[in-house]
C-alpha cells in the first residue's frame, strides 16, 4: 500500500517569516506490505526489528530510484506554539512533482515546532507526514554553502561504469576530502548554518544524509536537482541540456538559499574548480557587493556558455536577481552593513591563480585556493579506489 511521505522537508524561521520547502511523493508502507493481515503481533515486532537493524546500514542511491515518479499534494501547514498552541494553520498545493516552496509571514508569533499533514489523496483524512523544529537563523546571519560532488567527496562520474558505481555504492564508497570537511565544520563550530548544494539527482538525499551524519554534520540543509523537471515537455526549469552544465543550476539554488534565510551578514561558499564553481561563487559575489547592476549581471551571465538558458529560465534567474537586490536595497536603508564573503575552492591540479574573466578579477581577493587531500592520504585513496574498481572488473 502506498501512502504520501515527506522526502526532503526544510523550515528556515528567520524574524520576518518562516520559510518552507518540501517534497512528498507516494511511497510504499513496509510494514502493510510485509505483515498480511492475520498474523500474529510477534510476526510484526520481528519485522520492524529486522527493519531497524537494517537501518544504520549506508543506503546508496539506486535504492530510491522510486522517486523519479511524481504526483500533486494539498499540504497543511500547522504552526504551534510553545506550549502546543496553534498559531496558524494553513493549506497549500504542491507542484506536479510534489514540490513545494512557500514563505509564511510570522510576524512576532514564536514558532517551535511544524506539523505536516497531506489532506488531498483521501477525502475527509489527513495523514500525519511529520512534526518539525524550524531551523532558526539570529541575527548575526552567518551561512555557509558547500557544494558536494568534488568538494566534499571525490565522485567520479565520467564513464558509465563510473556512473553505475555512484548508483550503486554508498557515497563512503568515495574518497572524501578530508581538508573540505575540515573547513566545513570548523565553520559550522562558530555558528554558521550549513546548506549543502549538489547536482546530483533528487533521490540521492539519503545515500547523501547518511554520509553527513556519519561524518558528524547533522543540520545541514541539502538541495539538489531535480531530474524528473529534466524529461517534463512543459515546466522547462530544467531541460536535458542541464544534465551537464551546471552553471544555471547551481546559482538558482545559491538564490533560492538567500531568498530562505535572508541576507547573511557573514557569508562562506565552498566549491572546487573542476567545473564552474568560481565563476557561480563569483557572481554571487558580484551581487550581493553591488559591483555589477541585478540586469547587467544577468545579461552578462546568459551570454557565458556556463549559463546556456531558454527564455523561461532567462526569466526566472532575472526574477531571482531583483529579488535578491530588493533585500539588498531594504538592507542598506535600515543601516545594515555590507555581506562579509569568503569564497574556498578546491585545487583541481597544482595551480596557485584561477583564470576567471576580467570583469571579475576585482573580487578574486574574496578566493581562496587549498588542496583537497594531504599529499599521503591523496595517494592512499586514489590506490584504494583503483585497486577496488580493478576488482569489480574482474569480478564483472
Known sequence: MKRPTLVHFLAIKTKES??????????????????????AREVAQGIVREIEKELPTPRFPIQ?????????????????????????KKTYETDGFGNLSVKIPIKEQDVKAIQVYEVGKERGLELHLGTFIPLEILNPKKVIICDFDKTLVDTKYSTTSELYRSLTKPLEYFPTVTNSVDIL??????????????ASP??????????LYKNQIFTAGIFLKDYRQLFSLFEMDLTPKDLKIQGLYK???LLDILLLTGIPDELVLMGDNFESDPIIYLSLTALLLETQDPWQLWNYLRKMDAFQMNKKQNSILLNKVYQISNLLMARNESGGETPKIKIFIRKKVDEDELNVPEDFHQLTQYLELYEGLPPDLAIEESQKLTKSSTQGQIEG
Not at 518562516?18 to 498474523?39: R, W, Y
Not at 570548523?186 to 550549513?194: L, V
Not at 533528487?202 to 554520509?211: I, N, S, V
Open 18 to 39: 518562516l520559510n518552507i520547502k518540501a517534497s512528498v511523493t507516494m511511497k510504499e508502507n513496509i510494514l502493510s506490505d510485509q505483515v498480511p493481515q492475520g498474523f
Open 202 to 211: 533528487h533521490f540521492y538525499e539519503e545515500a547523501m544524509r547518511d554520509w
Open 251 to 253: 546559482i538558482n539554488h
Open 185 to 198: 565544520k570548523k565553520y559550522i563550530s562558530e555558528g554558521y548554518h550549513p546548506f549543502i548544494l549538489s
Open 64 to 88: 530510491a530510484y522510486k522517486l523519479l515518479t511524481g504526483n500533486a499534494f494539498q499540504i497543511k501547514v500547522v504552526g504551534l506554539g510553545s506550549t502546543q498552541e496553534v498559531l496558524f
